[in-house]
C-alpha cells in the first residue's frame, strides 16, 4: 500500500511538474496546456467576478450579465480584456429570463442575423443585406464561407512576402485599360505568355503594351491594390506601379472555404445585437446621427428613443450598446470531444457532390452545430472605433512559437505546437506540409476544389496571441513576452473561475485590438506608422504612438475566420503586418461606414413586427 502510495505522489508531482513548464505536447492533452507560471499582469478578482453574473455568483453555466459598455474604464489593456471576457460569456450564456427560455443569448431576439449580399448591381456594388430577427422556434440559417474584404470593400490576396492587397476585377464586356510605358490610356485585347515566360499585354492590333501598370480606380491605399486579368486559369496581378504580384499557388483571392478534420465545412454567422439594430434603422430613416457609434448614455438614450416612437421592443441591455458579431461553426457528426463546445441547431446547405472539384447547392437541412470560433465587437465608452476581440475553441488550431514572462519575470519560450489532435490541422508535426492552404473557394453557390484529396488547411496559428515575436506590441507592453503573458494570465483566471465543468472553459481569448485614444483607424498596427516601407520593427518605434495606430494585441487573427489572411511569419515588418483595421478603416473615419462592412449594405429599415403590432 505504501508503494502504491509513493507511485502515486511521484507520478502526480511529475505530471505538475510537466505542466508547470508550460509546454503543450499535443492537442490529445486535455484542457490545461496555457503556462500557469504566467506572470500574473491581467487579474480579475472572484468578488469581480461573481458580479458578472446575473444571480451576484458564479455558477456552472450560468448567465453571465453583459459589460457596462457606456461606463467602460478603458485605463490599461487589462479592461479590454475584461470587457471580451464577459462579453464572450454573457453571449455564449443560457438563455433565461428576458431572453427567453431556450438556446443561447446570441439566439435570443436580442440578436439579428445579418443577410448575404443579395441585389449586387452597379448601383449596389457589394450588394444589400437584411437583418433577420431571431424569433422563437426558427432555426438560424448559416454560409459556407466569409468575405475577406479590405478598406475599399475589394476581396484581398496575400503575397508572398505576406503583403495584403486588395483586387479590382473588369466587369464582363467592359473594356479594361492600362497605362504604357508613356503614361497613355492604352484598351488591353489579350494576355499571352512570351518567351522568356514572362507575361505581355497586347493591345488591340496585338502589339505588346510596354511598360504596362494597372489603372486603380480605388482610393484608400491605392499602392495596395491590383488588378486581375485571365489568362487561361492562371490570375495575373498588376499593380499601379506596373508590378506583378506573385501569390502562392491556391492562395488567390479571398473567398475561401474551409474545412474541418472531422470533413464538416466550416460555417459562419454575422450578427448585430438590438441596439445596433436600432442605431442603423434610425440612420437609415434620417432620425439618428450617424456619425460614429455610440460610445455615450446621451447617444444611447437617442437610440432608445428612436425605438420607443417606432414601438419596438424596450432592449433588455441597452448598456452593452452596439456590438457587431462573426461566428464559426462545424457539424458535430464525427467531432471528437463534442460536449465541449457550445452548440446550437441550425439550418445547412446541401451539395451536389457528383463532381468532386466542384459542389453545386441543391438544397438544405438540419444540423447542430458547435461553435469554434467568434469576433466579439463592440462600441465602449471613449472608443468609437469599437473594441475588435476574437476567440477560439481551445482544440482549433496549434500555435506558432510564442513566449510569455513567468512569475519571476524570466521570458520563456514555447516551441510551436506539434502532433494531432487539432480540428484544423491533421498533423502540426509534419514539417512538409503547406500551412493555411486554401484548397476550397466558393463561387456563388458552387464550392471548388483544387485537390478533392485534401481537405486539411493545415491551419496554424501564426501569431499565437495577437502580437509579432519581433517587436514592441503596444505602448503599455514593452515585449511580445509582456502583450503575451496578459492574455494568457486573464484567460487562466477565467477558466480557473468558471466552476464545475462550464462549457465555456474551452474557449480561449486569443487578443483584443483597439486605438490609441478611441481615434480613427489608420489602418497601421503598432509600432507601425501609416506609410509602408521595410523598416523592421525595432526602427521604427514612434514616439508618441500614431493616435490610429492598431494597439492591444494589434496583429490578430482568428485561425477559422482569417486562416488565408495571415502573415507568413511572426516575425513583422510594416509591410506584412496585419490587424482587424487593415480592412476596417476608411481614410481615418470614425463613421459606422468607415468601420463595419455591413452597416451601409444594410439599407433596409427592420424588419420586425413593434410591440404594437405594426410593421
Sequence with gaps: MKNSQTKIVVGFLLTTGLILLGCKKNADIEASYLPL?????????????????????????????????VTFPHQNNCDFYKWSHQMFLWITSPASGSYGNSGTIMESPVFYNVSPPYDVSKQNPHGLRRLVPHKPGELLRVTPHISQNGPNRLPVIMDKQGRMFEVETSQDNETTFLKNAKNKLVAIKSLVRNEKRGIDFLDAKGK????????????????????????????????????QIETEQGQAGSNGVLMAENKSLVYYITMVNDVYAYYLSGV?????????????????????????????????????????????????????????YVTIKAI??????????????????????????????????????????????????PNEAYSYKDTKGQIKEVPADKGTGWLFNANASDQGAKQNLKNMKVKGDTILIINPEIYS??????????????????????????????????????????????????????????????NAPNGASYPY????????????????????????????????????????SSASTSANSISCFSCHNNNNGLAPGDLSHIFEETKTILPIINTKGKK
Design 284 to 340: 437609415n430613416e434620417g432620425k439618428l446621427n450617424n456619425s460614429q457609434f455610440p460610445t455615450t448614455q446621451k447617444e444611447l438614450n437617442s437610440i432608445l428613443a428612436y425605438a420607443k416612437a417606432k414601438g419596438l421592443p424596450n432592449p433588455p441591455d441597452a448598456n452593452a450598446l452596439a456590438m457587431e458579431l462573426k461566428t464559426s461553426w462545424v457539424e458535430t457528426t464525427n467531432l471528437p470531444n463534442a460536449k465541449s
Design 208 to 243: 505588346v503594351i510596354e511598360g504596362p501598370k494597372a489603372v486603380i480606380k480605388s482610393k484608400i491605399n491605392p499602392n495596395r491594390i491590383v488588378h486581375s486579368f485571365k489568362l487561361g486559369k492562371t490570375q495575373i496581378f498588376l499593380d499601379a506601379s506596373g508590378n
Design 529 to 568: 506608422a501609416p506609410q509602408v516601407d521595410n523598416k523592421t520593427p525595432i526602427d521604427s518605434i514612434p514616439t508618441p504612438t500614431p493616435l490610429g495606430d492598431a494597439i492591444g494585441t494589434a496583429q490578430l487573427s482568428n485561425s477559422t475566420m482569417e486562416t488565408y489572411v495571415q502573415s507568413p
Design 37 to 69: 507560471d504566467v506572470q500574473k499582469t491581467c487579474t480579475v478578482s472572484k468578488a469581480d467576478f461573481d458580479t458578472w453574473f446575473a444571480n451576484g455568483k458564479a455558477t456552472e453555466n450560468g448567465l453571465v450579465s453583459p459589460a457596462n459598455s
Design 457 to 518: 488547411p493545415g491551419a496554424r496559428r501564426i501569431m499565437a496571441w495577437g502580437s509579432a515575436s519581433n517587436t514592441v506590441p503596444n505602448p503599455e507592453d514593452k515585449t511580445p513576452a509582456d502583450a503575451n503573458s496578459q492574455v494568457i494570465s486573464i484567460n487562466n483566471d477565467i477558466r480557473s473561475l468558471l466552476v464545475g465543468n462550464d462549457i465555456r472553459k474551452n474557449y480561449l481569448l486569443i487578443g483584443a485590438t483597439w486605438t490609441s485614444g478611441g
Design 348 to 397: 445547412i446547405p446541401t451539395y451536389n457532390k457528383s463532381n468532386p472539384n466542384k459542389w453545386v447547392v441543391n438544397g438544405e437541412r438540419t444540423a447542430t452545430l458547435a461553435l469554434v470560433g467568434m469576433h466579439v465587437v463592440g462600441s465602449v465608452a471613449g472608443h468609437p472605433e469599437m473594441i475588435w476581440a476574437t476567440f477560439e475553441h481551445q482544440k482549433n488550431t
